[in-house]
């Protein structure tokens, strides 16, 4: 018996190379030696000792500063900053406030989030800068 159901969201903790430590997944099949597959590798067997079952702890940052909300690592990449790609882009400052909202949307999903804010806040400033946009680029 595996102590994950299909659907749980686990986080790896050691083991096999395939998935790097801290890798967030989704089990598809349990098998009934305990044994898990993750949406990554479906036709992958891991051992469950490897993984623990992922449980977001929320960190709520308020700052006029750098900010860990407006970071990511992939492990292919390491460490990507919202800024980052926002200049590396050359954005305007409408287009900057779109992906900067965006992205607070997503890193909330991951438990880090701006003090203050929530996802129906960014998504007006979303709709209000597109807004902005659309003028922009009126012709």
């Known amino acids: 018996m595996s102590k994950f159901s299909v659907g749980d969201k686990v986080i790896r903790t050691g083991g096999n190379r395939i998935l790097s430590v801290g890798t967030i997944s989704v089990v598809t099949n349990v098998f009934s030696n305990g044994d898990i597959s993750v949406e990554e590798f479906p036709s992958k067997v891991f051992e469950e000792n490897y993984f623990d079952l992922y449980e977001p702890t929320t960190t709520e940052e308020h700052t006029g ?31 900057g406030n779109v992906f900067k909202a965006v992205w607070r949307i997503a890193a909330a999903k991951q438990g880090k989030c701006k003090k203050g804010n929530n996802k129906y806040y960014d998504s007006e400033k979303i709709v209000f800068f597109g807004e902005r946009l659309l003028q922009e680029h009126k012709v």
């Not at 460490?79 to 882009?89: Q, R």
């Open 65 to 95: 500063g750098s900010s860990s909300y407006y970071d990511l690592y992939i492990p292919e990449l390491g460490e990507v900053k919202c800024l980052d790609i926002i200049e590396g882009l050359n954005m305007s400052y409408n287009e």
